[in-house]
């Protein structure tokens, strides 16, 4: 970028040099400042409300009570055993997702790379339409699909290979349906890009070398992959952790997630310091967990790149 | 040899059933549109246009129809500018504060909708903004402001900057140089950009589900609500809807760029 100023003069490029700087700088802080202040007004101000009803009393005519300090809001989301119920099916339900996902993602994104011409481009189509999809859709179209009188029922039914309906929707299995459903376009589009830049060469290398197909995905295009693996993968956590679509639409009584029970605490029960430490809770739980998979993934990779 | 084969009929199977998976879900949504009757099955018994019929009639749903236009609109245009001028700023800086800001604007993304949808219920409640066009965009630009801002940062990122120089050096102002160097050669990437934030808002409900009320709730929102009241066809209409403009805005984006390159930019 220096390019122009150092065909100047000498002595003038010296004077000219950090004056352009300068005014670079301010007119690019200048350009930043919108976002910068769209991100403080609308994401971190209301966070750090969220922060200070979090620790408010509750009250029994209001949301909360105003002015007031008390931490009786996380005492009640800690000790309680819905809450914890509640915690570990989120946490637990974000961790299958996630498993599913990463494993299927792997192999299409896989078959994305191989693929050419009218067929990458078919199966980079389907990834896109349904990552521009609604919620909603995706995942009200399991209804009529895995319900119990449903069309998956209806053709095993017909085919005599079960003798009763399956209970897939509503219930647990549905929820996972519909939830890797969501977030499989995001992790097939994050480890497609890594991809992407990939040396082909490689891999035949190791087949040259008697590496077995499996094998040699295994252990050449899986390691390479990692850092697209991590990122499918902590998106598909932290957005299976925080559902509420396809566990109020898909799930059963028993399918409670955290976001469904603050939506609950918020709207139903008007305790917002019970939903927002709940909230506040959930958060940290995340980011520690996102962080401790991106540690453990990392590792892995890193193992296996050595092996 | 042999084995080969076995693996290779083993991998194609597999990723076309994935491709089935994910397609036929759309496809349930589409073609149970076109059911005559007021059950939702798959495949119908009998098709007819009554839902169709029956869509343009209600006032109701054409009222959340302009809802998430007018929505859709504001969020497109917020986030475009708030991303284009910081992506923009961020190309000329050396990087201080730019790298603060690729976390700070992303972080939306990961935390719960239902969460931020609270939050900002609250916050908006408190400065007066409750059950407004604004309060809505605004939330949505949340999401949809990443989106164009990491479009820009990689268009920008294969712009040739010298041109600007130049342009600097032969004596155009800020204002010109931009216009005439920098936007001819980066439009694609803005009205991708804006593009897919329209179709961010289009989609998200969440976040709009606390936010709006009886006379601003956008399509997904009533689509949501309508649902866990009643399973008929009437939400198939409107989702297909919703899955053309998307196409639409898919080929669209695609002529702009190529598909391959918009689907980069939404990993």
Redesign the interface.
């Known amino acids: 970028?220096s390019?122009?100023a150092s065909s100047l003069p000498g002595g003038l490029e010296r004077v000219w040099e950090p004056l352009r700087?300068r005014s670079?700088?301010k007119?690019?802080?200048?350009?930043?400042l919108?976002?910068?202040a769209?991100?403080l007004l609308?994401?971190l101000?209301?966070?750090l409300?969220?922060l200070r009803?979090s620790v408010a009393e509750g009250a029994s005519a209001s949301a909360f009570a105003e002015g007031t300090w008390s931490l009786g809001a996380y005492a009640n989301v800690f000790t309680s055993d819905l809450f914890r119920s509640i915690v570990v099916y989120s946490f637990l339900m974000g961790l299958a997702v996630t498993v599913i996902t990463v494993a299927?993602a792997l192999?299409?994104a896989y078959?994305i790379w191989r693929a050419e011409g009218l067929i990458?481009?078919?199966?980079?189509?389907?990834?896109?339409?349904?990552?521009?999809?609604?919620?909603?859709?995706?995942t009200?179209?399991?209804?009529?699909?895995l319900a119990p009188s449903?069309?998956l029922n209806d053709v095993l039914l017909s085919l005599n290979l079960i003798s009763s309906p399956l209970q897939i929707v509503p219930g647990t299995a549905g929820v996972i349906v519909g939830q890797v459903?969501i977030v499989?376009?995001?992790a097939v589009?994050?480890i497609?890009?890594v991809m992407?830049t990939m040396d082909w060469g490689i891999v035949e290398a190791a087949r040259d070398l008697g590496a077995s197909?499996?094998r040699s995905f295994l252990e050449v295009v899986v390691p390479q992959a990692m850092p697209?693996i991590i990122?499918g993968a902590?998106?598909s956590f932290?957005?299976s952790?925080?559902?509420?679509?396809a566990p109020a639409?898909l799930g059963g009584g028993r399918d409670q997630t955290f976001?469904i029970q603050?939506?609950e605490q918020?709207?139903t029960g008007f305790r917002?310091p019970t939903?927002?430490a709940l909230?506040v809770v959930?958060?940290l739980a995340?980011v520690v967990s996102?962080a401790l998979l991106f540690a453990a993934l990392n590792r892995f990779g890193g193992e296996f790149e050595y092996a | 040899m042999h084995r080969?084969t076995v693996?290779n009929v083993a991998?194609r199977a597999?990723?076309l059933s994935?491709?089935a998976?994910?397609?036929?879900?759309?496809v349930?949504?589409v073609v149970?549109s076109f059911s005559a009757s007021g059950q939702?099955?798959?495949?119908p018994e009998n098709y007819s246009l009554v839902w169709y019929r029956e869509f343009f009639a209600s006032d109701l749903w054409l009222q959340a129809f302009d809802n998430s236009i007018v929505v859709g609109f504001g969020t497109t245009a917020l986030a475009t500018?708030?991303?284009v001028?910081?992506a923009?700023?961020?190309?000329?800086?050396?990087g201080r504060?730019?790298s603060l800001?690729a976390p700070?604007?992303l972080?939306?993304l990961?935390?719960?909708?239902?969460?931020l949808g609270?939050?900002?219920?609250?916050?908006f409640n408190?400065i007066g903004l409750r059950a407004t066009y604004t309060s809505i965009i605004?939330?949505h630009?949340?999401w949809a402001?990443p989106l164009v801002?990491f479009v820009m940062r990689s268009v920008f990122s294969r712009f040739d900057?010298?041109q600007l120089?130049?342009a600097r050096?032969l004596g155009a102002g800020?204002i010109s140089s931009f216009a005439h160097v920098v936007l001819p050669n980066v439009k694609h990437g803005i009205f991708v950009g804006a593009l897919l934030a329209f179709?961010v808002s289009?989609?998200?409900?969440?976040m709009a589900l606390?936010l709006s009320s009886h006379g601003t709730r956008t399509i997904?929102v009533l689509?949501?609500s309508e649902?866990?009241q009643s399973?008929d066809p009437m939400?198939s209409v409107v989702?297909t809807f919703?899955?053309l403009i998307?196409?639409l805005?898919?080929a669209l984006a695609t002529l702009a760029t190529n598909?391959?390159w918009?689907?980069?930019q939404?990993?």
Do not use: N
Not at chain 1, 123 to 134: A, H
Not at chain 1, 241 to 245: E, K, L, N, R, W
Not at chain 2, 202 to 206: D, I, R, S, Y
């Open positions: 970028m390019d122009t700087e670079r700088s007119r690019s802080l200048l350009l930043m919108p976002l910068v769209f991100e609308i994401f101000a209301p966070f409300i969220l009803i299927v192999l299409y078959a990458k481009s078919a199966l980079l189509f389907s990834v896109v339409l349904p990552l521009l999809t609604t919620l909603v859709i995706k009200y179209a399991f209804v009529p699909l449903g069309t459903y499989l376009p995001y589009l994050a497609y890009s992407a197909r499996p697209g990122v902590v998106v932290a957005w952790v925080g559902a509420y679509a639409l976001a603050v939506e918020m709207l917002w939903a927002t909230s959930m958060i995340m996102v | 080969e693996e991998f597999g990723y994935i491709m998976c994910l397609l036929l879900p759309l349930v949504v149970t939702l099955a798959f495949p500018t708030l991303g001028t910081a923009f700023g961020q190309e000329l800086d050396d504060l730019g800001l700070l604007v972080l939306p990961l935390i719960p909708p239902v969460i609270i939050t900002l219920l609250v916050y408190e605004l939330a630009a949340l402001t801002y900057w010298q120089d130049a050096d800020p179709i289009l989609q998200e409900f969440v606390f997904p689509a949501w649902l866990r399973l939400v989702s919703l899955i998307s196409l805005a898919l598909l391959e918009v689907s980069k939404l990993s």
